[in-house]
Each structure stands twice: as structure tokens, then as C-alpha cells.
């Protein structure tokens, strides 16, 4: 037998209630539930952008030296200049 709590109405039918202590304790959970998602998500915004970022840069550093070896032409084209500022032979 399946107990229901079942109230009667002004009208005559009968309506399924579970009182202020049922709708707290739905509040609860659902206040849980809630702060659960906001800290999942935060947690997933912290640990997944570093992932997308730090070979993003690494993609963009490479195709910056891409061109900026086409700018000044191939790299063995380029002279070396040593310390005090005089090109190498």
C-alpha cells in the first residue's frame, strides 16, 4: 500500500501535499544542487582554460617565427653579430 498524504479542497477534490517541512527540504536540496553546479563549473573554467591557452601560445609563437623568417629571408641568410657588435665571418 502506497501512503499518500492527500488533503481535501474547498471543492471537493483531493490534492497531494507534503506541508512547509517537505518544501524546505526540497529548497535544501535544491540549494545543494546549485552550489554544486556554480563550484563544478568554476572548477572546470580553472583547470580547462590553461589547457586551450599554453599551446595556443604555443601555435602563435610558431607562426610568428614563421613570419618573421620570411620577412628576413632563411635563417642561414641571416648574419650573426656577436657581443660588441660587429657581424661574424
Known amino acids: 500500500m502506497i501512503l499518500l498524504n492527500l488533503h481535501n479542497t474547498a471543492s471537493g477534490k483531493r490534492m497531494e501535499t507534503h506541508g512547509p517541512l517537505g ?3 526540497v529548497s ?3 540549494i545543494g544542487f546549485y ?6 563549473n568554476t572548477l572546470l573554467g580553472v583547470f580547462l582554460t590553461p589547457l ?3 599551446p595556443g601560445t604555443w601555435l602563435m609563437d610558431k607562426l610568428q617565427s614563421r613570419k618573421r623568417d620570411a620577412n628576413s629571408g632563411n635563417r642561414a641568410d641571416r648574419a650573426v653579430v656577436k657581443v660588441d657588435g660587429r657581424k661574424a665571418q
Request: no cysteine.
Open 23 to 25: 518544501t524546505l527540504w
Open 28 to 30: 535544501l536540496g535544491l
Open 35 to 40: 552550489l554544486a553546479l556554480i563550484w563544478l
Open 52 to 54: 586551450f591557452l599554453i
